[in-house]
């Protein structure tokens, strides 16, 4: 028989199939971390090459400039005044006036106190029938006026902010024809008080002797 001599070696075999890995290192021995690196590193590149600049908001209304507003406290406009009794003219004036110089409250005192005097002499009183203001400018036809109605003095205030439209506008020669009404009435309070008085009788006693 054959007798096998098997030799014993001081060398560790290898073994046999399986790679040998070999450790770098300059690696890091946390592979997950490097990972997680290299994607954070990865996604901020990409988001500094695809960011889109922010675009300057827009202003809401009330932060927008507003527009400069014309400067009316030199304008004048022509006011021509009327004041009727029937067909007596109690006033007839012209005017140059600024915007809101116009007092009307006062004019309305004067022609009251004016229409007391026509009426003195014939005994008679006198009553509102109608009041207008038509406002008119330059280049502005007839059918595009402002007519406005008077009723007393708090209606002139319609006026005033019409006047102050058409300045801002820049129309030109701006006219306001203002127009009061006045009729006659019956006898006057102190000739009806006289009449209305108990006229006086006289007795005559006859004496018989």
């Known amino acids: 028989m054959t007798k096998l001599t098997v030799r014993k070696s001081g060398r560790a075999r290898k073994p046999e199939g399986k790679t040998p890995v070999v450790l770098d290192s300059k690696s890091d021995a946390n592979p997950s971390k490097k990972h997680g690196r290299n994607d954070t590193t990865v996604q901020s590149k990409h988001s ?3 960011r889109v600049p922010d675009e300057p ?3 809401s ?5 507003s527009k400069p507003v014309k400067d009316i406290s030199l304008e004048t406009y022509t006011l021509y005044k009327s004041v009727m009794l029937g067909d007596i003219t109690v006033i007839g004036d012209t005017d140059f006036l600024k915007h809101k110089e116009f007092d009307y409250r006062q004019f309305e005192t004067q022609a009251i106190r004016k229409l007391d005097k026509a009426v003195s002499d014939d005994k008679h009183g006198f009553e509102y029938e109608s009041g207008s203001a038509l406002i008119g ?4 036809p007839a059918k595009h006026s402002m007519l406005i109605t008077l009723e007393d003095n708090f209606y002139w205030a319609k006026v005033e902010r019409g006047i102050e439209c058409w300045m801002l506008e820049n129309k030109k020669e701006i006219t306001v024809k203002l127009t009061i009404l006045y009729k006659k009435t019956g006898e006057s309070d102190s000739e009806s008080s006289d009449d209305d008085r108990p006229s006086k009788k006289k007795v005559f006693v006859s004496v018989y002797s």
């Open 137 to 140: 400018a330059k280049n502005v």
């Open 61 to 65: 209304e009330d932060e927008e400039p």
């Open 48 to 50: 500094s090459k695809s």
């Open 57 to 59: 908001e827009a202003m």
